[in-house]
């Protein structure tokens, strides 16, 4: 299950990437994507330290995409905010920790069960762009419309 950080940077990242070459302020996001605003502040920084964002102060400044829409995936926002994408650390691959209860990892099914999930899930987050996101909820909209 995805945290509350990791689904709020989402939304925010998706109302910024509308409109890609503005500069935002905090609480127009927070407005826009009903984020608390000291909970989105803590979000914009940790995304702009992953490098996805950046920031300019002062008049005419906020935070933009450092990244075009189609560089910015599902997989690196959850790994950035949530951490291993597995369900057991045995098969997560920036994460890895041997379990305790396991005797032989390399005959162990249920680590190649979670494994094969693991990477299908990882592929999927990974074709997820920001782009992606943004064609997708253009078109629920204009079928909604209808």
């Known amino acids: 299950m995805l945290s509350k950080r990791c689904k709020y940077a989402i939304h925010a990242l998706v109302h910024m990437g509308k409109s890609p070459e503005e500069k935002f302020l905090t609480t127009d996001i927070a407005s826009a994507c009903n984020i608390p605003k000291k909970f989105l502040e803590a979000i914009l920084l940790e995304l702009k330290r992953a490098g996805i964002l950046g920031s300019k102060q002062g008049k005419g400044g906020g935070y933009f995409l450092r990244r ?15 951490g291993a994408i597995a369900a057991v650390p045995c098969a997560t691959y920036k994460f890895y920790e041997r379990c305790s209860e396991c005797e032989d990892e390399e005959t162990c099914t249920v680590r190649y069960a979670f494994l094969a999930i693991r990477n299908a899930t990882v592929e999927m987050l990974k074709a997820d762009t920001l782009e992606s996101l943004l064609e997708q909820e253009a078109k629920l909209k204009m079928l909604k419309s209808r």
Do not use: H, S, Y
């Not at 075009?68 to 949530?82: I, S």
């Open 68 to 82: 075009k829409t189609p560089e910015v995936n599902l997989a690196e926002v959850v790994r950035l905010f949530d």
